[in-house]
């Protein structure tokens, strides 16, 4: 029996604009909306960006604590946000949302170990920025999701882990199919699979067209999947999905399919071993 599946919504993201979609949650409120209806359709964890009122990416401190506020009023889904903002911001402002304690903490937070391409862009992760953000993570007591864009990035949390940055087993999200970094390939997320330690857990997060036949590879395989706007906008071919919602109710569709049950987000925090 393998263990209930982990879908993650990423719900918003930086690069996604309205114009690509009109269901792209922005405000604090429809983006609690979606997350409640994304709970429902079998996501236990949302992966959190935040735009300004016009749509722009921001890692605004109180931009966050409106999201997480109105998210949790609502729903008892698990909150990862996002230290990896949009490419070309500071580590201080990529780190808003770890400034944010008591009621506001989020449960989770990104650490991606590597500098990739990133379309025509570069998400600029050297060394030192990556222990600086693993510090900060760790001193606010939350979990990181290792970010991997490709199997250096693996390597790299081992290495966090000698330095005592980061604690192993961790939890992994493969990134696979940005546009001039690893791409969606099934044997891509075989060799991640096999290069990881021992006890570790993983969620994949494919680009685009690859991210719903993705849930099914991560099924198959006693993982666990990540849709969402943020990744993709389409729920079939040239169908937009009408909110992250469904795309969540596609993944679990799918899963479910595979046999897979679904975590709930006190199922998820077991398994993710959140504290
Ligand atoms: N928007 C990308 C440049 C993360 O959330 O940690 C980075 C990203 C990763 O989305
Ligand atoms: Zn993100």
């Given at each position: 029996?393998s263990?209930?599946?982990?879908?993650t919504?990423?719900?918003v993201?930086?690069e996604?604009?309205?114009?690509?979609?009109p269901?792209?949650p922005i405000t604090?409120?429809?983006?609690?909306?979606?997350?409640?209806?994304?709970?429902e359709?079998g996501a236990?964890?949302?992966?959190?960006?935040?735009?300004?009122?016009?749509?722009?990416?921001?890692?605004?401190?109180?931009l966050f604590?409106?999201?997480?506020?109105?998210?949790?009023?609502?729903?008892?889904?698990i909150?990862q946000t996002?230290?990896?903002?949009?490419?070309?911001?500071?580590?201080?402002e990529?780190?808003?949302p770890?400034?944010?304690?008591?009621?506001?903490r989020?449960?989770?937070?990104?650490?991606t170990t590597?500098?990739?391409?990133?379309g025509?862009?570069v998400?600029w992760?050297?060394?030192p920025?990556v222990?600086?953000?693993?510090?900060?993570?760790?001193?606010?007591?939350?979990?990181?999701e290792?970010?991997?864009?490709?199997?250096g990035m693996?390597?790299?949390?081992?290495?966090?882990?000698?330095?005592?940055l980061?604690d192993?087993?961790?939890?992994y999200?493969?990134?696979?199919?940005?546009?001039g970094?690893?791409s969606a390939?099934?044997?891509a997320?075989e060799?991640?699979?096999k290069s990881?330690?021992?006890?570790?857990?993983?969620t994949v997060?494919?680009m685009?067209?690859?991210?719903?036949?993705?849930?099914?590879?991560?099924?198959?395989?006693?993982?666990?999947?990540?849709?969402?706007?943020?990744?993709?906008?389409?729920?079939?071919?040239?169908v937009?999905?009408?909110?992250?919602?469904?795309?969540v109710?596609?993944a679990?569709?799918r899963?479910?399919a595979?046999?897979?049950?679904?975590?709930?987000?006190?199922?998820?925090?077991?398994?993710?071993r959140?504290?």
């Open positions: 029996m263990m209930p599946m982990v879908i919504a990423a719900m993201g930086a996604t604009t309205r114009e690509q979609t269901h792209l604090a409120e429809e983006i609690a909306e979606d997350a409640v209806k994304c709970r359709a236990a964890m949302v992966h959190l960006h935040v735009r300004t009122a016009d749509g722009k990416p921001s890692q605004d401190a109180g604590r409106a999201a997480i506020r109105a998210i949790r009023k609502r729903t008892d889904i909150i996002s230290t990896g903002g949009a490419v070309g911001m500071s580590v201080d990529r780190c808003g770890l400034t944010l304690t008591g009621a506001d989020p449960d989770m937070a990104t650490l590597g500098t990739v391409n990133f025509q862009d998400f992760n050297p060394r920025l222990r600086d953000i693993a510090r900060r993570i760790r001193a606010l007591g939350i979990k990181p290792i970010e991997c864009f490709d199997v693996i390597d790299e949390a081992n290495a966090l882990a000698k330095e005592g980061v192993l087993p961790a939890h999200d493969f990134v696979l199919g940005v546009p970094a690893l390939r099934e044997d997320l060799f991640m699979i990881l330690p021992q006890g570790s857990t993983w997060a494919a685009g067209r690859h991210q719903l036949p993705f849930v099914e590879l991560a099924a198959e395989r006693g993982g666990n999947a990540r849709v969402g706007l943020e990744d993709n906008i389409y729920v079939s071919k040239g937009l999905a009408k909110g992250n919602w469904e795309l109710a596609e679990a569709k899963a479910k595979k046999g897979r049950t679904l975590a709930t987000p006190e199922e998820a925090r077991k398994i993710l959140l504290t």
